[in-house]
């Protein structure tokens, strides 16, 4: 059973930083690719960063050169280090990964993040 567990969500000033961290459990997080997305109140979930089985990086347009998606395969977890941050980035995120067959089939309970202007 793949469990996805957030931390390291909170309040923070604009222009300040964030790290968040997926810990997984009941699969290795190297075998699959892995994703953080978020949903800010009335939108829809989006897709914010992702790391491939390969380890090759893919980042939304409005993250781009402030957000950065690590792997620590020795801990299983899935790291978003979130810097210039701004107040549009207040959402909650959650980590996602994908299954065997396709697709982001496996998610966390989200954390908050709060940017304040």
């Known amino acids: 059973q793949v469990q996805l567990v957030e931390s390291g969500g909170g309040l923070v000033q604009a222009g300040g930083s964030l790290r968040l961290s997926c810990a997984a459990s009941?699969?290795?997080?190297?075998?699959?690719?892995m994703a953080w997305y978020r949903q800010a109140p009335g939108k829809q979930r989006e897709l914010v960063a992702m790391i491939s089985r390969g380890g090759s990086t893919n980042y939304a347009d409005f993250v781009k050169g402030r957000f950065t998606i690590s792997r620590d395969n020795a801990k299983n977890t899935v790291d978003l280090q979130m810097n210039s941050l701004k107040p549009e980035d207040t959402a909650v995120y959650y980590c996602a990964k994908e299954s065997a067959w396709g697709g982001f089939a496996y998610w966390g309970q989200g954390t908050q993040v709060t940017v304040s202007s």
């Open positions: 009941g699969s290795p997080v190297s075998i699959n690719a």
